[in-house]
């Protein structure tokens, strides 16, 4: 289309051409008094400038056309794009499986939760302290052995407090209150929900 405007605009000069070169030869027919000639001239002229004004009609059609096919190209590229995100889109809900499955993983995840607090009360409510604090040394254990810590020389707190229990001087007074302050932190620990404990 644009190689047939290009010719339109190249024909438009030639026509431009031969009507300044018929009114040139009007006006010498006139000159010498040959009235029919530069009748003959005139005439051409105008039918060369009905030919200029249909070259410009189609000019404009041409560059109209163009213009459209242009503008649909650009709609074409812009549908193709939303059809392509519309995919990706679809493709997104399909791995996350919508909406009914994120409620049922949230369903899901507060049975778990409900039932971690249910064994976890279950379990406080049967175990004696003496218990109790057998679990505490023995995770303390299995987190040093996990970590590859080595006891370091200042002792942690409740290894200080196992010492002063174990401790000949400690008077029977002062290791029932240490344990029952250690019993009353392990029954508030468990009437935590377990999201704010392992925080």
Known sequence: MKNQRDKLHQYQKRITKLTD??????????????????LL????????????????????QLQQLTSDVEFA????????????GTLVLNQIHAE????????????????ARAYEREISEML???MSNADEDEVEDEL????????GM????VPSL??????????????????DVQRKARARARAEALRQPPELIAA
């Open 73 to 84: 190209t650009v709609q074409k590229d812009v549908l193709y794009g939303l059809q392509q």
């Open 140 to 147: 303390e254990q299995m987190q040093k052995e996990v970590s």
């Open 21 to 38: 070169r018929e009114t040139a030869i009007a006006k010498k027919c006139l000159a010498r008094g040959q009235k029919s000639k530069a």
């Open 150 to 153: 080595k006891e370091s020389a």
């Open 41 to 60: 001239a005139l005439r051409r002229k105008k039918y060369q400038e009905s030919l200029l004004a249909k070259t410009d009609l189609q000019l404009e």
């Open 124 to 126: 406080g409510g049967k």
């Open 158 to 175: 409740p290894n200080a407090l196992n010492a002063e229990l174990k401790s000949p001087g400690a008077d029977a007074e002062s290791v």
């Open 96 to 111: 996350m499986g919508g909406i009914d499955k994120v409620e049922r993983l949230l369903e899901e995840s507060a049975e």
